[in-house]
């Protein structure tokens, strides 16, 4: 069984800090690796995905990620958050052979202006 | 390509009442999934389909639900006697292979 841990459910920062979120997987097999964004009624949106090539995976609007298979984790972070990054994000994680997806439970990310 | 997606978008319902719940998928994608969110949660699998064929359901969708897909395009996901519980946010994903679910708007169901 797959699973993943988003630790803490609310993360506050000010416009232009770093933001960091962290993820942290279980998973018997190589894992597929995502992070996707969620804005208020609205799916989700892919934001990037590790699929077992470079480890450093870049997305959209300037998120970035890094699995260490080490730690079992794979942080989201973006050097210099934007009012409009506010949004809840979910990590999650699927196997090679059946891509259905486990998420952990999200994290709300605040930006103060 | 228009993306994934769902009708309708908000549904209200009386306890004990059938609903339906479509979704398109991107043309020519040929797996999609059901996933159920409850507030605060993150989305949970329900089930998928490659092509018409269901391959794999989890025990979450309990008898009261069904899904198909008759011609592998579009899908449909009906409850039956609905319960205060069900009332959740349904998305339905999309893919052309292992990776990339492109996800829809979703429906929210409240039962009261």
Same mark, same amino acid.
């Given at each position: 069984?797959?699973?993943?841990?988003?630790?803490?459910?609310?993360?506050?920062?000010?416009?232009?800090?770093?933001?960091?979120?962290?993820?942290?997987?279980?998973?018997?097999?190589?894992?597929?690796?995502?992070?996707?964004?969620q804005y208020p009624n609205q799916g989700l949106q892919l934001l990037l995905k590790y699929t077992s090539?470079?480890?450093?995976?870049?997305?959209?609007?300037?998120?970035?990620?890094?699995?260490?298979?080490?730690?079992?984790s794979f942080h989201l972070t973006k050097p210099s958050a934007h009012m409009s990054d506010a949004a809840e994000y979910f990590c999650a994680v699927s196997d090679q052979v059946n891509s259905k997806l486990t998420f952990g439970k999200g994290i709300t990310l605040s930006v103060r202006p | 390509d228009t993306g994934v997606s769902q009708d309708p978008r908000?549904?209200?319902?009386?306890?004990?009442?059938?609903?339906?719940?479509?979704?398109?998928?991107?043309?020519e994608h040929?797996?999609?999934?059901?996933?159920?969110?409850?507030?605060?949660?993150?989305? +949970?699998?329900?089930?998928?389909?490659?092509? +018409?064929?269901?391959? +794999?359901k989890s025990r979450l969708l309990s008898?009261?639900?069904?899904? +198909?897909?008759?011609?592998?395009?579009?899908?449909?996901?009906?409850?039956?006697r609905t319960e205060q519980g069900d009332s959740a946010m349904y998305l339905c994903a999309s893919s052309g292979g292992l990776v990339d679910q492109y996800f829809g708007p979703g429906t929210r169901l409240l039962v009261l």
């Open positions: 069984a797959q699973s993943v841990t988003q630790l803490g459910s609310h993360v506050s920062v000010s416009e232009g800090a770093l933001v960091l979120l962290r993820c942290n997987y279980s998973s018997s097999v190589p894992p597929y690796l995502f992070w996707y964004v090539a470079a480890t450093l995976v870049k997305g959209i609007n300037g998120f970035e990620a890094e699995f260490k298979k080490s730690e079992t | 908000h549904k209200i319902t009386k306890r004990g009442q059938n609903v339906t719940f479509r979704c398109d998928p991107i043309s040929n797996r999609l999934y059901w996933y159920r969110q409850t507030l605060g949660q993150g989305p +949970e699998f329900l089930t998928y389909f490659q092509n +018409e064929a269901q391959l +794999e008898d009261r639900f069904s899904a +198909e897909r008759p011609k592998g395009s579009f899908s449909t996901l009906e409850i039956q």
